[in-house]
């Protein structure tokens, strides 16, 4: 279950989290045409939080809400601000923010129409996303029989709810079969991405991750390609296979909710050493030291709060 928090921000205000109900028939919940964020937000070593690059998160809602064609009638400085209020009066200090916009309810059918345009901001507590160990130990993955979404079947660039029944339908089926997490393939068959993560392999020191085709354009992604470069790795954007998986040295998930997961082994083949390899260590290190506030160079990445 996830932990309650007090209040959730919807449509401009703070109401109880029991409180934050919409009709059964809203738009979205027959036809999935909205789009969410995930943010996480860390406990700083100096004492005070930060949200991890909220501004890039609260534009990349903003262009999922345009790509889907919906108006957010707030301004993305006015929801950022609402996220560091919901954090406040949530006092919460390290968790998990998911702003969600959807269309509301007034006519049905797969035209829209003027239904409203509404969002809300919850927030609450969340550890490892998949599960205590797997930040140390590495995870276990199978590829999907599911295919990873088509540039022109699903806007991939948007992080949109409907997107996700593809992302459900593979996890089910990895879990089902006693993985951790779903490979997923491209249309064409290489590597793409998993169902809330991007992928990197490691092979003689040099880092690849698959190119923004039919993945989400992560932002966990893009911030470690930068960590990476900083380090002294060279990163190439570049489509592989899945037998290149294989025969990595290391990999590796990036995500919000998963931050950065070792993968330890994949279709039944070990990864590398079959644990957390050093580059993978390495990058976990740099990323953490950022988001406690610990890398001067990165301050412009967190958004400071306190209560
Ligand atoms: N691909 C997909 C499909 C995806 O959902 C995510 C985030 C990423 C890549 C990584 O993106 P970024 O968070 O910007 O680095 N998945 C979110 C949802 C997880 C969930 O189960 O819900 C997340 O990590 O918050």
């Known amino acids: 279950m996830v932990q309650k928090a007090d209040k959730i921000w919807f449509d401009g205000k703070l109401v109880p989290w029991d409180e934050a109900q919409v009709h059964v028939l809203t738009h979205t919940l027959h036809y999935g045409v909205g789009v969410f964020e995930g943010i996480r937000c860390y406990a700083c070593t100096d004492g005070g939080s930060a949200v991890f690059r909220l501004q890039e998160h609260v534009e990349r809602l903003f262009l999922s809400a345009k790509i889907n064609e919906m108006t957010i009638p707030f301004t993305q400085d006015q929801i950022s601000a609402a996220i560091i209020e919901t954090l406040k009066v949530n006092r ?144 190439v954007e570049d489509r592989f296979t899945r037998d290149e998986l294989y025969c990595a040295d290391e990999a590796f998930f990036t995500g919000t909710a998963a931050e950065i997961t070792p993968i330890r082994e994949v279709d039944r083949r070990v990864i590398g050493q079959g644990s957390r ?15 406690r506030g610990e890398n001067p160079k990165y301050g412009q990445w967190l958004a400071r709060y306190s209560f």
């Not at 006519?107 to 998949?130: E, H, R, S």
Request: aromatic share 8%; charged share 20%.
């Open 92 to 235: 919460l200090s390290e968790g998990y923010i998911r702003p969600l916009t959807f269309i509301g309810a007034g006519v049905m059918g797969v035209y829209p129409g003027d239904n409203p345009i509404q969002t809300i901001i919850a927030t609450w507590p969340w550890g490892a996303y998949l599960g205590a160990e797997a930040l140390e130990k590495g995870i276990r993955v199978k590829t999907s029989s599911f295919t990873r979404h088509h540039v022109n079947v699903m806007m991939t660039k948007a992080k949109t709810c409907g997107n996700y029944v593809n992302s459900v339908l593979a996890k089910r089926e990895a879990l089902a079969d006693g993985y951790n997490e779903a490979l997923m393939l491209d249309a064409e068959g290489y590597v793409s991405e998993a169902t809330g993560e991007n992928i990197f392999i490691v092979r003689k020191g040099v880092i690849k991750t698959s190119p923004l085709g039919s993945i989400l354009s992560g932002i966990t992604r893009e911030s470690v390609m930068i960590l990476a470069e900083d380090l002294g790795y060279t990163v």
């Open 277 to 291: 390899g050093p580059v993978t260590a390495a990058l976990q290190d740099a990323y953490f030291k950022v988001l």
